[in-house]
C-alpha cells in the first residue's frame, strides 16, 4: 500500500512562498486570515470595511516581508503580530475615535461571540465606542491576552498608563452597560 503524502507544515509553505510561490502564499492567508480578522476587527472598533483593509494591508505586508521571516515563531504568531502593528499604527495615525457611530452591520456574526444577540450587541457597541487606546488596551489585554509590558511596548506607553487605560475601558464599558455603582 502506497504511504500518503504529509501536509507541508506552514515552515515548509513559508519557505515555498518566500521562493515566490503565490499558492503557497495563498495557503497561508487562508489556513490564518480568520485569527487576524478577529483581533483586527475589535481593534478598528468592529468596522469590517476598515478591518478588511487593514487585514489585506497586512497580508501584502507579509509578502512584502516574507523574506525576513526568520522561523524563531510560527507564522502565524508573525503574521498575527504584523496584523497588529498595522492596526495600532492605523489608530494611531487617524488619531481620532475610528468609529463614532456602530449600526448593526459593524457587529460580528452570531457565531464568533457566545453572548445572546442582545447582550452581544450592546456589548459590541459599547467597545466601539470607547476611545482609541481605551480599546486597543482593553482588547489586547482582555480579548488578545497581551501582558501590559507587550501593550506598552507596542503602543509606546508605560506600563502604568496601559493599566490606566484599561481600567478607564473597564470603567467606561461598565457604565454604557448599565453596571455603574
Same mark, same amino acid.
Given at each position: 500500500?502506497?504511504?500518503?503524502?504529509?501536509?507541508?507544515? &506552514?515552515?515548509?509553505?513559508?519557505?515555498?512562498?518566500?521562493?515566490? $510561490?503565490?499558492?503557497?502564499?495563498?495557503?497561508?492567508?487562508?489556513? =490564518? /486570515?480568520?485569527? *487576524?480578522?478577529?483581533?483586527?476587527?475589535?481593534?478598528?472598533?468592529?468596522?469590517?470595511?476598515?478591518?478588511?483593509?487593514? *487585514?489585506?494591508?497586512?497580508?501584502?505586508?507579509?509578502?512584502?516581508?516574507?523574506?525576513?521571516?526568520?522561523?524563531?515563531?510560527?507564522?502565524?504568531?508573525?503574521?498575527?503580530?504584523?496584523?497588529?502593528?498595522?492596526?495600532?499604527?492605523?489608530?494611531?495615525?487617524?488619531?481620532? $475615535?475610528? *468609529?463614532?457611530? /456602530? $449600526?448593526?452591520? =459593524?457587529?460580528? $456574526?452570531?457565531?464568533?461571540?457566545?453572548?445572546?444577540?442582545?447582550?452581544?450587541?450592546?456589548?459590541?457597541?459599547?467597545?466601539?465606542?470607547?476611545?482609541?487606546?481605551?480599546?486597543? /488596551?482593553? /482588547?489586547?489585554? &482582555?480579548?488578545?491576552?497581551?501582558? =501590559?509590558?507587550?501593550?506598552?511596548?507596542?503602543?509606546?506607553?508605560?506600563?502604568?498608563?496601559?493599566?490606566?487605560?484599561? =481600567?478607564?475601558?473597564?470603567?467606561?464599558?461598565?457604565?454604557?452597560?448599565?453596571?455603574?455603582?
Amino acid at each position: 500500500m502506497p504511504e500518503l503524502a504529509a501536509e507541508p507544515s &506552514d515552515a515548509d509553505i513559508v519557505r515555498a512562498a518566500a521562493a515566490g $510561490d503565490r499558492r503557497a502564499f495563498e495557503k497561508l492567508y487562508r489556513l =490564518h /486570515v480568520d485569527k *487576524v480578522h478577529g483581533a483586527v476587527l475589535r481593534l478598528a472598533g468592529f468596522d469590517h470595511a476598515r478591518a478588511e483593509d487593514l *487585514v489585506q494591508e497586512s497580508f501584502v505586508r507579509a509578502w512584502q516581508k516574507l523574506d525576513t521571516f526568520r522561523h524563531d515563531s510560527s507564522f502565524g504568531t508573525w503574521i498575527y503580530r504584523l496584523a497588529v502593528n498595522t492596526a495600532l499604527m492605523a489608530i494611531r495615525a487617524r488619531n481620532a $475615535d475610528p *468609529v463614532s457611530i /456602530v $449600526d448593526d452591520e =459593524h457587529l460580528p $456574526d452570531a457565531a464568533d461571540n457566545p453572548f445572546c444577540p442582545a447582550e452581544r450587541d450592546e456589548l459590541e457597541r459599547a467597545i466601539a465606542a470607547l476611545p482609541p487606546r481605551a480599546r486597543a /488596551v482593553l /482588547v489586547l489585554h &482582555d480579548v488578545e491576552g497581551w501582558k =501590559h509590558e507587550e501593550i506598552g511596548n507596542e503602543l509606546g506607553m508605560a506600563v502604568g498608563s496601559s493599566k490606566a487605560q484599561l =481600567h478607564r475601558a473597564r470603567s467606561l464599558l461598565k457604565r454604557a452597560l448599565g453596571d455603574t455603582p
